[in-house]
């Protein structure tokens, strides 16, 4: 274990900052965080969307940044554990935490099961749907050593000098289909009253 006495005289300049942003699906977590956060930014796509509307909106024409696309959970922490590929930039933004870890992470391991599943015929059948709903002992004990893995890359950038920023939404299974909640919202409102 190392042990540094800490204080104004001491105090190591230079060591980056490790961050999470929550909030609900749409509250503006990326455009707070393109927004505030120092450039050049290294933003790390995980969600797949474009986001050519969100630097519209933030009006910040002199940002600097990167857009990365992984492939794959090897691809992921291939990137993640390589300095060299965030030379140069001040912030480290994987946007979203929450997408990586219940829809990317899961399904390779789901996959994966059902690949080493098949070679060996003749066991139960798993259900393919609902494994990818609930899961199993196996598969969490999976996702949290890999999410560890991925939290040690993103230490080691923060001593490297790199402010690293999640976002997160603070809901695992977001409703979808919000035009059902409003159909009922509205129904409600327009029913004659009996």
Known sequence: ?????????????????????????????????????????????????????????????????KVGYYENWDDLLNTMYNPANFKGCKTIFGDSMTHLMNIHLPDEILEENFEARDRKKGEETMKDLTTRVKGTIEMYGVLSKQMSRLMKACQELCIAGHDVIWSARDQDNPKWNLELTCARLWLARNSPET
């Open 1 to 65: 274990m190392k042990i540094e006495v800490y204080n104004k005289e001491t105090q190591q300049s230079g060591k980056g900052n490790h961050i999470l942003i929550y909030g609900k699906s749409g509250a503006g977590k990326t455009a707070t965080i393109l927004q505030t956060a120092e450039d050049p930014i290294f933003y790390l796509m995980a969600e797949g969307r474009s986001i050519d509307s969100t630097l519209a909106v933030i009006n910040r024409p002199q940002l600097r940044i």
